[in-house]
T-cell receptor, first 113, second 114 residues
Framework: QQQVKQSPQSLIVQKGGISIINCAYE??????FPWYQQFPGKGPALLIA?????SEKKEGRFTISFNKSAKQFSLHIMDSQPGDSATYFC????????????FGTGTRLQVTL | DAGVTQSPTHLIKTRGQQVTLRCSPI?????VSWYQQVLGQGPQFIFQ?????ERGRGNFPDRFSARQFPNYSSELNVNALLLGDSALYLC???WGQGAGSPLHFGNGTRLTVT
């Protein structure tokens, strides 16, 4: 049972543009939503995370928007750079068991010059 | 500071064989989790160990087992390998279990079963 749905599967954005990746979850017990970035040959690295008590969290060029009623959250990458080209995964868990993450299927982002 | 280290980096096994993967967490981290990442998919949770006790298990068959040692390092064992076990196996460590202690992943062990 896929509990976290992620879209799009792939995304091409021009340098300086905004990259937007969306995720939807089913389990209402989830209350911790991290995003991970993965480069080829590397393990996932935590980018930014949010809990449902806030609707938005920003760290540098990365922003998470969260809609609890719709059970959706999204990652916005502002001023996208070629170095941002990677695969991005959304994930979800309960705060008490944050090590047990349910991941989305990933979005392959390519930022062109 | 050293990150999460996994060994070996690559491994080729034959169907029916057994394999042991190893993980050393970041110094001071007491929790180790294992994930399986099939090509083109997101990682799937296999196990979590905290203070040497199993604290969570994903939807994987009993052929998969793990343990954590007194120094907090961990091993993942897979018996009776199937072709479908071919994947990147990721180890992640954290100092605790809650959301305040995020997971730090290693670069994984690439297992190929022929």
């Amino acid at each position: 049972q896929q509990q976290v749905k992620q879209s799009p599967q792939s995304l091409i954005v021009q340098k300086g543009g905004i990259s937007i990746i969306n995720c939807a979850y089913e389990n209402t017990a989830f209350d911790y939503f991290p995003w991970y970035q993965q480069f080829p040959g590397k393990g996932p690295a935590l980018l930014i995370a949010i809990r449902p008590d806030v609707s938005e969290k920003k760290e540098g060029r990365f922003t998470i928007s969260f809609n609890k009623s719709a059970k959706q959250f999204s990652l916005h990458i502002m001023d996208s750079q070629p170095g941002d080209s990677a695969t991005y995964f959304c994930a979800a868990s309960t705060t008490g068991t944050a090590s047990k993450l349910t991941f989305g299927t990933g979005t392959r982002l390519q930022v062109t010059l | 500071d050293a990150g999460v280290t996994q060994s070996p980096t690559h491994l080729i096994k034959t169907r029916g064989q057994q394999v042991t993967l190893r993980c050393s967490p970041i110094s001071g981290h007491k929790s180790v989790s294992w994930y399986q990442q099939v090509l083109g998919q997101g990682p799937q949770f296999i196990f979590q160990y905290y203070e040497k006790e199993e604290r969570g298990r994903g939807n994987f068959p009993d052929r998969f087992s793990a343990r954590q040692f007194p120094n907090y390092s961990s091993e993942l064992n897979v018996n009776a390998l199937l072709l479908g076990d071919s994947a990147l196996y990721l180890c992640a460590s954290s100092w605790g279990q809650g959301a305040g202690s995020p997971l730090h992943f290693g670069n994984g062990t690439r297992l190929t079963v022929t």
